[in-house]
C-alpha cells in the first residue's frame, strides 16, 4: 500500500476500479484470447493497463515453472542473480512510463491527430484484427531491425543478456527501447483509432510472457501458425543456427515469409555471442552504449563510423552489413553461464529484499493515477536505488554494503512516514524489525570495511 492519495481524487480511483480485469481475463489476454467485444473502447483514456495489470500473473506463472522445473530431472535451471536481474530490468523498463505516456502511444497519437486520413470505426471487429495484424507485422520488422541496426541493438540486447531461458527472462526488458520502436507502428496510426492500437500493443508484448521457457516441447500443427516456445528458442540462441533467426510477436507466418525462419534442432545455447557478466542493472542497460560510441570513434573515415551505427552488430570493415557468422565464437555445448559463488544466507537476504520491494513496485504501477506527484517521484526514487543495491550485492562489489546501509535507512523513514506499508498489517512489525537489523548489520559492515582499508594502507 502506497500513500498519497487525496479526497478530489475519487472518480480518478473510480476509473481505475472500472480498468481492473477479471481473473479470467487476466489469464486470457497472456495468450492473446482476448475477444474485440471485451476489449474494444473508444477512448485511450479508457484502455486498461494490461501490462502493469499482469504482474500477479507473471509471478504467478514464474513460481508454477519453478516448481514444475524442480519436479523434471530436466527442468529449467534458474538462478537467484539472474532471477532477480531479468525482473529488474522489467521493473526499470516501466518505471518512465509513471512520468509520462509511453514513447510508442504517444507517437501514434500525435501521428493520429495530425496526417490520419482514415478513420475505421473503433467498435468495429474489422478494426480489431487489422489491427492485430498490423501490431504484430510492425513488431516483426521492429523486431529485425533491432537486430541488424547496431543502434537499435544496444536495447535490444538488453532482453537477450541472459544465459538462461526462462519465463522470468521473458520480463528482462530495455528502457530505450521504445525510442525507436515507434517508428515501426505509424503506418497504422493514419487509420486505426489509438484506443485500439493502444490494446493490441499491450496484448502482443504480454503474449511473449509464456512463450520463454524450456518446459513448453512442441504444439504440433501451432507451430505452423504462431510463434511458440521452441521457436523463440531458437532467437535466443547463439548457436550459429540461431543467429538473427525468428523475429515473431504472435504470428510466425512473418519469419516464413520473409525468410527468417529456423527451426530448433541443436541444443540451445542462450545469451549473447560475448557474455556481459554483471548482474548490476545498470550496467545490463546501459553497458553497450560506451562501447558503441567507443567503436564509433575508432573507425576510421566517416563511411566506417556511419557504418558502425547503420550495419549489423557484427560488422567490421571488409564484411557483410551483418557481419560473418564465422566471426562468432564457436559453440561446444558445454558453455556454463557466468554465475559467481555467493553465499546461501546472502541468497535469501536479497530475495527477501526484492519481494519486498516487488510489493511496493506493484502498488505504485496499479495506483500512480491516486497518488501526489511527489510521492511517485520519490517511489520511484526508493525503487532505482534499491535496484541498484541489489545488483551491487549480487555481484559483490567492494561499495555494495555503503549502498545497502543507505538503502536499509531510505526504508524506514518511508515505513515510518507511511509511504510504504506491509501487505498485511500484522507483517508491520516483523518488517521493521527486519530492516533495523538490516542496518546495523550493514553499518558494521561499512566500519569494517574501512578499518580494514585504513590496515592496508598504514
Not at 43 to 68: D, S
Not at 103 to 122: G, K, Q, T
Not at 132 to 145: C, S, T
Amino acid at each position: 500500500m502506497l500513500r498519497g492519495a487525496s479526497a478530489s481524487q475519487t472518480n480518478t480511483m473510480a476509473q481505475v476500479e472500472a480498468n481492473n480485469v477479471t481473473v479470467s481475463q487476466g489469464f486470457r489476454m497472456l495468450f492473446s484470447l482476448m475477444t474485440p467485444e471485451e476489449s474494444s473502447f473508444a477512448t485511450v483514456e479508457e484502455v486498461p493497463k494490461y501490462v502493469n495489470q499482469a504482474t500477479p500473473y507473471f509471478i504467478g506463472l514464474i513460481l508454477l515453472e519453478i516448481v514444475l522445473g524442480c519436479l523434471k530431472t530436466d527442468g529449467p535451471h534458474i538462478k537467484i542473480n539472474d532471477f532477480i536481474t531479468s525482473l529488474s530490468a522489467g521493473m526499470m523498463s516501466r518505471l518512465p512510463q509513471l512520468m509520462m505516456r509511453s514513447v510508442e502511444l504517444s507517437a501514434y497519437i500525435y501521428i493520429w491527430d495530425n496526417f490520419h486520413f482514415l478513420e475505421l470505426p473503433w467498435d468495429s471487429a474489422w478494426t480489431w484484427w487489422l489491427a492485430f495484424l498490423g501490431v504484430d507485422m510492425g513488431y516483426y520488422w521492429f523486431h529485425r531491425f533491432a537486430h541488424e541496426l547496431n543502434i537499435l541493438w544496444a536495447g535490444h540486447q538488453v532482453h537477450h543478456s541472459s544465459e538462461y531461458y526462462n519465463l522470468s527472462t521473458a520480463l528482462r526488458q530495455s528502457v530505450t527501447q521504445q525510442l525507436s520502436s515507434w517508428i515501426f507502428y505509424s503506418p497504422l496510426a493514419l487509420m486505426i483509432p489509438p484506443s485500439v492500437f493502444a490494446v493490441h500493443i499491450q496484448f502482443n508484448l504480454l503474449y511473449q510472457f509464456w512463450i520463454h521457457t524450456e518446459l513448453v516441447k512442441d504444439l504440433g500443427p501451432l507451430e505452423w501458425i504462431l510463434n511458440t516456445p521452441s521457436h523463440h528458442r531458437v532467437h535466443h540462441g547463439r548457436n550459429p543456427y540461431c543467429i538473427d533467426k525468428n523475429y515473431a510477436g504472435i504470428l510466425i507466418i512473418w519469419d516464413r515469409m520473409f525468410g527468417t525462419f529456423a527451426p530448433e534442432s541443436d541444443k540451445v545455447i542462450y545469451g549473447l555471442t560475448h557474455p556481459i557478466g554483471t548482474f548490476e542493472i545498470w550496467s545490463v542497460e546501459f553497458l553497450y552504449y560506451p562501447y558503441l560510441w567507443q567503436r564509433f570513434w575508432e573507425a576510421e573515415g566517416i563511411s566506417n563510423k556511419l557504418s558502425v551505427i547503420w550495419k549489423g552488430p557484427g560488422w567490421t570493415p571488409g564484411k557483410p552489413r551483418l557481419g560473418d557468422i564465422a566471426d562468432i565464437p564457436q559453440i561446444t555445448g558445454e558453455e556454463k553461464p557466468h554465475d559467481p559463488a555467493w553465499s546461501p544466507v546472502m541468497q535469501a537476504y536479497v530475495m527477501l529484499q526484492f519481494f519486498l520491494l516487488l510489493d511496493v513496485y506493484n502498488s505504485l504501477l496499479l495506483d500512480q493515477t491516486i497518488l501526489s506527484e511527489l510521492t511517485v517521484i520519490l517511489l520511484t526514487a526508493y525503487v532505482l536505488l534499491s535496484l541498484t543495491s541489489l545488483g551491487f550485492l549480487i555481484d559483490q562489489r567492494s561499495n555494495a554494503a555503503e549502498l545497502e546501509m543507505l538503502r536499509c535507512v531510505l526504508i524506514m523513514l518511508l515505513h515510518r512516514f507511511g509511504y510504504i506499508k506491509p501487505l498485511l498489517p500484522a507483517l508491520a512489525f516483523p518488517m521493521e524489525a527486519f530492516v533495523l537489523i538490516s542496518t546495523i548489520y550493514w553499518s558494521l559492515q561499512c566500519v569494517k570495511q574501512r578499518t580494514d582499508k585504513m590496515k592496508k594502507q598504514n
